[in-house]
C-alpha cells in the first residue's frame, strides 16, 4: 500500500435522493486541504488491483464544515455500489487527496454575479461553490438553475432552499422538474437560459462567471447557449462528471520511444515511453505512485507541468489554453513527441 494514502473514517452517511448519498468523515480529515468545486479520490484495494473514483466535494471548508462528499449509485459501478450499498459509519477508507480545476478563481473581486447551472447530481460541486460564495462574498449576487426529474430527487433541496431565505436579497434558485406540468418550464432548453440571463443577469458578461455541471447534453446545451449570448470563453467553468466514458482513439504526432525525466517529491526518475504507453502507465510500471484517477483526460488528477521538450495529450477536458500554455499536461493521456521531455509533479 502506498504511504501517500490518508485514511478516512466514515463519521455519517445521509441519503439526499434516490440512489445518492453524502458521505462525512471526520477522523483523518484534517490530513486533506481543498478548495470549494474540486473533488476527493478515494481508493478501494481489491484483489485484481486497486479501483480509484473521484467524488466531489460537498462541504464548503471556509465554513468549518466536516469533509463530505456526494455519491450517485451508478449500476455497473463497481466502486458507487460499495460506498452506496455496503459503506457503514466507522468504516474507512483510502484517499489521495483533493483535486480539480472547477473552482474559484483568486481574482474573485473584479467578477460581480456567479451563474450556476446544475443538473442532478451535477450539484454536489457547485454546492460547495455556493455555499462559499455566499458567505464570504458579500457583494457577490448569485442565480442558481437546478434541474431535476422531480422534487422528490432533488439533492439538497432543504439547505437550498433556506440559503435562498437567508440570502434572499442576492440569491436567486430557478428549480427545474422535468415532470412539470408547464413544459416550457421543465427541461433546460436553449431558450428558456436566454431567457433566464435576460432576466437574472444583473452584471455585464464580462463581469459574470458562469459554472456548468451535469450530464454531457445538458453541458453542451448550456455551453453553446452561453457562447451563443456572448459569453466569454475564459467565464464559462465546466465539471466532467461520467469519467467512465470511451476515451476518443488519437494517435500521437510521434510515435517513437521518447525518454521522460519525471521530477516528482525530490526525486528524479527517469523512464522510456512510447506509444501506447502512457506516461502514467510507464509510472505505475516502474513502481512511481504518481496522483490519477480517472485516465481518460477528464479529471485533472494526475496533472503535471512539463518544463522541457513536449507533451501530446490525447484528450483534455481539463486543461484551459492558458493553462496548456504554462506548460501543465495531464500524464494519464500523456506521450513525449519530437524527442525528451522533463515534467514535474509536486
Not at 51 to 59: D, K, V
Not at 138 to 148: A, C, F, I
Not at 317 to 332: F, H, N, R, S
Amino acid at each position: 500500500m502506498s504511504t501517500s494514502y490518508k485514511t478516512l473514517t466514515v463519521s455519517h452517511i445521509k441519503e439526499e435522493a434516490p440512489g445518492v448519498k453524502e458521505i462525512t468523515f471526520t477522523q483523518g480529515a484534517d490530513q486533506v486541504t481543498y478548495k470549494p468545486g474540486q473533488y476527493l479520490t478515494l481508493v478501494l484495494p481489491t484483489k485484481l488491483g486497486e479501483i480509484r473514483r473521484s467524488y466531489s466535494i460537498t462541504s464548503a471548508p471556509a465554513l468549518n464544515e466536516p469533509l463530505a462528499v456526494g455519491v450517485k449509485r451508478i449500476p455497473n459501478g463497481a466502486f458507487s455500489r460499495f460506498l452506496t450499498d455496503t459503506l457503514q459509519v466507522g468504516d474507512r477508507l483510502l484517499t489521495t487527496g483533493a483535486g480539480g480545476f472547477f473552482t474559484l478563481p483568486d481574482e474573485l473581486e473584479k467578477y460581480k454575479q456567479v451563474f450556476f447551472l446544475a443538473a442532478g447530481s451535477g450539484i454536489t460541486p457547485i454546492f460547495s461553490l455556493l455555499k462559499t460564495v455566499l458567505y464570504t462574498c458579500p457583494d457577490l449576487k448569485v442565480v442558481l438553475v437546478y434541474s431535476n426529474s422531480t422534487k422528490e430527487r432533488t439533492m439538497f433541496r432543504e439547505p437550498l432552499e433556506q440559503l435562498a431565505e437567508t440570502f434572499k436579497d442576492r440569491l436567486h434558485i430557478e428549480f427545474l422538474y422535468s415532470n412539470s406540468a408547464d413544459l416550457a418550464r421543465a427541461r433546460l432548453h436553449k431558450e428558456l437560459l436566454h431567457d433566464l440571463l435576460r432576466t437574472y443577469a444583473h452584471a455585464p458578461f464580462s463581469e459574470t462567471l458562469f459554472y456548468i455541471c451535469g450530464p454531457l447534453n445538458y453541458r453542451r446545451l448550456c455551453f453553446y447557449t452561453l457562447r451563443q449570448a456572448d459569453v466569454p470563453l475564459e467565464n464559462i467553468r465546466r465539471e466532467i462528471f461520467n469519467t467512465e466514458q470511451a476515451m476518443p482513439v488519437m494517435l500521437p504526432p510521434d510515435t517513437e520511444p521518447h525518454h521522460v525525466t519525471i521530477l516528482f517529491r525530490g526525486q528524479e526518475y527517469r523512464l522510456e515511453v512510447q506509444h501506447p504507453t502512457t506516461i502514467l502507465q510507464a509510472a505505475r510500471a516502474a513502481g512511481i505512485t504518481l496522483s490519477y484517477s480517472c485516465e481518460t483526460g477528464r479529471c485533472g488528477n494526475c496533472v503535471a507541468k512539463c518544463t522541457s521538450g513536449e507533451v501530446w495529450m490525447a484528450n483534455n477536458e481539463v486543461l484551459t489554453e492558458k493553462e496548456t500554455a504554462q506548460g501543465l499536461i495531464l500524464t494519464c493521456v500523456g506521450y513525449p513527441v519530437g524527442g525528451d521531455a522533463v515534467i514535474e509533479l509536486d
